[in-house]
């Protein structure tokens, strides 16, 4: 039987890393934002004070462990169930995580604290990171992003900008677009103001393809989103994956235990990986795939999400 993983997750496909080994250090879900389209539900707490929520050591020895069998990866990923810059260790991490390997590191975070300078000096450490904005108006970052009261939307920008100035690597800057909610030329445009004062690397423009901690959320068509992204930067690209559960005998095994499970009980997005032995990104792919074709509905009870088989 395989060792369980408790920080780690994958290798696990993506569109924007490839292959991409996850670590998880902040619990579920400890975020500084409460995002309408966050694929793992509602924030449980929303803070902006940095602690170790996650001790560093065995960390590093699951990676260590990976590392001596032989671990393949294009990226180590720094991301997980909540916003991983509020873990106080985040810059400990990354430089433990380059001590045992070459293979690149990657942060995965909403942008939010970037204007405090310990977050900035911890995640310029990192190969590449990846922030979002969502919004640049602050009645439009309220709507869909549902900060911390002592988070602006000035703050974010601000933040995102002196990150640019200070790091070498590169910054892939993710645009989360819900129909009706920010798609609204005027509020656009702010979008446009705030990557011209960014400069990212990327542009990367994503929209609700899988399930949403706000249900009835409507995504935009491939079409509208690449008329978006033409409108916004000359390094702006869909990455918002629109196909359809792939092929392959260990995917349909997955998939139709899943809908087993849901059918017997409603299960959390953390039930199905455990029961399942599977990541999110993965168990997201195939509940996103069942709800596109009416099989699954999601419900939010106390704050948590919960699936069912129809």
């Known amino acids: ?45 929303k803070t902006i004070e940095r602690s170790e929520y996650v001790p560093l050591k065995p960390v590093l020895d699951e990676l260590t462990t990976m590392v001596a069998r032989g671990l393949q990866a294009d990226f180590i990923t720094i991301s997980g169930s909540g916003e991983p810059t509020l ?22 975070t909403n942008g939010t604290l ?24 602050q009645d439009t970052f309220r709507k869909i992003n549902r900060p911390h009261p002592d988070i602006s939307i000035e703050m974010l920008i601000a933040g995102l900008s002196a990150f640019r ?63 978006i992204a033409a409108q916004l930067s000359t390094k702006a690209e869909v990455i918002a994956d629109f196909s359809s559960l792939a092929g392959g005998k260990h995917i349909q095994h997955k998939a139709q235990d899943l809908l087993s499970m849901l059918k017997r009980r409603p299960c959390t997005l953390s039930d199905i990986c455990s029961a399942l032995g599977i990541p999110p990104a993965e168990a997201l792919k195939y509940l996103a795939h069942f709800q596109q074709h009416g099989l699954v509905d999601s419900t939010e009870k106390d704050r948590t999400t919960f699936f069912t088989a129809n």
């Open 1 to 45: 039987m395989a060792e369980e993983k408790k920080y780690l997750y994958g290798p696990v496909p993506s569109r924007r890393l490839h292959r991409s080994l996850g670590v998880d250090i902040v619990p579920f879900k400890v975020c500084t934002l409460d995002c309408i389209y966050c694929q793992i539900g509602r924030t449980s707490k």
């Open 165 to 227: 100035n200070e790091f070498a690597g590169r910054i892939w800057l993710e645009v989360f677009l819900v129909e009706g909610v920010n798609t609204a030329a005027d509020q656009l445009a702010p979008i446009k103001h705030a990557i011209d004062r960014i400069r990212p690397d990327k542009v990367q423009l994503n929209t609700a393809v899988r399930p949403t901690a706000q249900p009835g959320l409507k995504r935009l068509s491939a079409e509208k989103l690449h008329a």
């Open 114 to 137: 970037l204007y405090r300078d310990d977050v900035r000096a911890d995640c310029a450490q990192a190969d590449v990171v990846l922030p979002s904005l969502d919004a640049a108006d």
């Open 87 to 108: 873990n106080s260790r985040l810059g400990e991490l990354i430089a433990g995580i380059k001590q045992l390997t070459d293979i690149p590191v990657a942060v995965l």
